[in-house]
């Protein structure tokens, strides 16, 4: 039994209707259906008495759902109970450059709201960097795209992102057709390249995809730091492949950079949430990884996380 299956079904009493508990709880009628179901199965009874008029309890869903709004404010106390006693110490976060683009100041702004007691240390790096700094547990966590250099980590997999050739802003041709908005990755064997290094995550899920195309790619530099790379790109040096997020700290990044979605399906770059095993992270780690999971989501949800979309969310 779950706790939002209490809610549901308390929400559901209250307003004697499913299709208006949906909506109040911002799911789809399908879905609480099918938790409420789950609920009575789990109890052994029918709880609610379905009808053209509505829903109403039955004499165990009345006698269930009295308990069920108990529990429910137990839990509403035991959470302001926690967020009243004040958690206190440093806790080290490491996030990649694109991921800090999008990421980096809405936690600062929901870890200050929530923890203002809690130090946070944000480490900015590339993703093989930040891995070796989690293995010699100099971070307590840090988004991930590559976890198969795994020790002792919790592994959260947190979201995907689209990835995008970004190419040098050229001036439009009299008459010219406008280049597509999407390409294959066959479509890059010829072009000059500029990637990170092989230890890194991102350079880690091209070279499968160059693998799986059948072509070697034609690098003409591997730079090992986002703003220099994109700045070699806005030179005209060659092209790149990063996820949207990568234009996130660019202003105009429309007069510098063309772009085009690469569409073959396994093209993404996974996001994976790491952290040090449970019982080697303080409890301001603890509420660190939460509010770091919260603040992923809500960017992705609301649109502001381009490109990206969850991989590890509730039904």
Avoid at 9 to 29: I, K, P, T, W, Y
Avoid at 73 to 97: D, F
Wanted: hydrophobic content about 45%; glycine content about 4%; overall charge positive.
């Amino acid at each position: 039994m779950e706790l939002r299956q209490l809610k549901y079904f308390v929400r559901v009493v209250e307003l004697g209707s499913m299709s208006r508990a949906a909506l109040d709880l911002n799911l789809v009628q399908s879905t609480l259906s099918q938790q409420i179901s789950r609920l009575e199965s789990e109890l052994s009874t029918r709880l609610l008495q379905r009808s053209s008029q509505g829903v109403s309890p039955t004499e165990a869903g009345l006698a269930f759902f009295r308990e069920a709004q108990l529990a429910l404010r137990h839990t509403e106390q035991a959470v302001r109970s926690a967020q009243q006693s004040r958690l206190t110490g440093t806790v080290s976060v490491g996030l990649a450059s694109t991921t800090a683009s999008v990421l980096g100041v809405p936690m600062m702004s929901a870890m200050r709201e929530r923890y203002p007691d809690v130090r946070l240390h944000l480490v900015e790096s590339m993703s093989g960097h930040l891995t070796a700094m989690l293995n010699a547990r100099q971070l307590d966590l840090a988004v991930l795209f590559d976890t198969d250099s795994a020790r002792r980590w919790s592994v959260m997999p947190l979201l995907e992102e689209k990835l995008f050739l970004m190419s040098p802003r050229q001036a439009p041709t009299v008459g010219a057709k406008p280049a597509p908005a999407t390409i294959k990755m066959a479509q890059l064997k010829d072009l000059a390249l500029i990637l990170p290094t092989g230890s890194h995550g991102l350079r880690s899920t091209m070279d499968a995809a160059f693998l799986r195309a059948r072509f070697k790619p034609r690098l003409v530099a591997e730079v090992d730091s986002l703003a220099m790379l994109m700045d070699a790109v806005s030179a005209g040096l060659g092209h790149t492949v990063q996820p949207w997020a990568a234009l996130g700290r660019i202003t105009e990044a429309e007069k510098h950079f063309a772009w085009r979605e690469i569409t073959d399906t396994q093209v993404r770059r996974s996001n994976a949430l790491c952290s040090l095993s449970d019982d080697e992270l303080s409890p301001a780690a603890l509420a660190t990884r939460v509010v770091l999971a919260d603040c992923a989501r809500t960017l992705v949800r609301s649109g502001q996380w381009v490109g990206a979309r969850l991989t590890h969310h509730e039904s």
